[in-house]
């Protein structure tokens, strides 16, 4: 039996056609996308724009917003110890997390891979997990760092300094030169 097309009224010999040879227009019943009365919830998107800039100010934040937050705390520590251990593999994979970021996005908006909800939990999760990671790595600096400056320089008398010289005592420059370490 033949069917006639609703649309444009051309007759098509198949049997259960499920759209026309000439319109395109579907046979079937049903409406497709974009077309009036279409029932389908459109799909949620993920903004490139919002898992870029996620990922500028924080790396590993961006994967986090698009789903990803294993692959978000990895790429977040990777960038940590690359700046500890040479800044030049941190800064490497700060910008690899910011690309993947923004594509990981728009692939999910034109559905190459599976959408993925973004999680707020994970996000405000990983923010603190980050500041705790800093805050660590400051509280070392200047643990390691900082405070053993501090207390080779810190038994100077600073504030005889500009008397140095003026006294006569030749003690007070050769004590200045001891203390520096010079």
Same mark, same amino acid.
Not at 75 to 92: A, D, E, K, R, S
């Given at each position: ?8 009224? &051309? ?7 499920? @759209? ?13 996308? !974009?077309?009036? !009365? ?7 998107? &993920? ?23 294993? &692959? !978000? ?12 251990? @040479? ?7 700060? @910008? ?14 034109? !559905?190459?891979?599976? @959408? ?10 990983? $923010? ?16 390691? $760092? ?37």
């Amino acid at each position: 039996m033949p069917h006639i097309c609703p649309h444009c009224g &051309k007759v098509s010999d198949e049997e259960t056609p499920r @759209f026309c040879s000439g319109c395109g227009a579907r046979m079937d019943g049903k409406m497709p996308a !974009g077309f009036p !009365g279409y029932s389908e919830a459109p799909r949620e998107q &993920k903004s490139q724009l919002i898992a870029g800039t996620c990922s500028t100010f924080l790396p590993g934040l961006g994967q986090v917003y698009n789903g990803e937050a294993a &692959k !978000g705390f990895a790429l977040f520590i990777m960038t940590i110890v690359g700046l500890v251990i @040479f800044i030049v593999p941190g800064i490497i994979v700060w @910008f690899y997390a910011l690309y993947n970021a923004y594509s990981t996005a728009g692939k999910m908006n034109t !559905g190459e891979i599976p @959408f993925r909800e973004t999680r707020m939990l994970h996000m405000v999760l990983f $923010v603190f997990f980050a500041i705790a990671v800093v805050a660590i790595a400051l509280v070392i600096v200047y643990v390691t $760092v900082i405070s053993p400056l501090m207390s080779q320089f810190g038994s100077l008398d600073m504030g005889n300094i500009g008397n140095i010289g003026n006294t006569g005592n030749s003690d007070d420059i050769n004590r200045l030169i001891n203390n520096a370490g010079i």
